[in-house]
């Protein structure tokens, strides 16, 4: 869809919610003389899950461990890979991390550890998934690509009925498919429909940054410990798709149980291309939080599975995600709006595989949205 076609939301009654909402917010963070960005917990934080992708891989180039044993370490890789993009690079590129844009700028450049440029990202994430979550013509991430169908909008083929069982093979491969072929389709597509509105001169900046991140990508991963530490390659490539397997999966699913689970909805513009309802509230009937009150998940996950807190304030370090979740969900209540959460990571797991056997069932779903 090209940027002048892109969908417009216009309520015919604008709701008090998001000002309300806001209002309370920024009270709890000036009541509580607290910064809305990264603290010290956010700062350890940062040091593990780099340490958790970097160690292994220094530890497999220096000790050349049996083929086993560094199996097990670049499994931890795609671990570390996966949590330094939902916690690191995820709040930096958008701003949330510091108040200091060169803080956010260079930490946002943590999205280069996994093969991805940071320019694409932005666009895909900051402008299309948070403007138009779950909107199938302008969310990239339920984009119709014809194998897995995330939407009911989406074409619906035979192989769809089977998508529950096959899909998180699909999942797996989405880091790998990302590395490699991804940033350079996005690159034109972006420009062609407008999304990317960066200069000529610019964007073929853009491209030579992207084959260069690539090539360095690979001459590290590869060139390291075949030809410091003498690795087979392999044993190289084995344990280079372990890592993306499991980051791949890691982060696909996580995204998945936050929009495409039961509950959700999928809007369809009117004829003029508007919404007739409020951004926020869009938000609120899209996205669902899970597990809320699992520690571990909310740290690993970097407070992704608080999902609504994070679309609604996007700026706000997910650290904060746990405190102001109450105001949000308190301020929904008195508005009579959606707050949708799944109890545990199961519960919205399960929810994921009914709306993928959902979304498979052509009969269905011209009913669904």
Known sequence: MLAKDRIKFTPKVKSQFFPTLKNRIEAYFVTNQISRHANSTMVIKTISLLSLYILPFIAIVVFNPPFWLSLIGWFLMGMGVSGI????MHDANHGAYSSKAWVNKWLGYTIYLAGAGVTNWKLQHNVLHHTYTNIAALDEDIRDRGVVKLSPHCTTGK?????WLYAFGFYGILTLYWVTFKDFLQYKEFIKSGVNRQTRKENNGLLFGLIALKLAYFLVLFGLPIFVAGIPFMHVLAG???????SGLVLTIVFQLAHSVEGTSYPVANEQGNL?????????ETTV???PRNRFLTWFLGGLNFQIEHHLFPKICHVHYPQIAAIVKQTAAEFDLPYMENESFAIALKSHVSSLRRFGMPSLNEAIG
């Not at 280079?240 to 499991?246: A, G, L, N, P, S």
């Open 159 to 163: 192989v769809h009925g089977f998508q």
């Open 240 to 246: 280079f798709c372990v890592m993306h397997i499991t």
């Open 276 to 284: 007739e309802k409020d951004w926020a509230i869009h938000q609120l």
């Open 85 to 88: 993009g939902m916690s690191i």
């Open 289 to 291: 939080n899970f597990a």
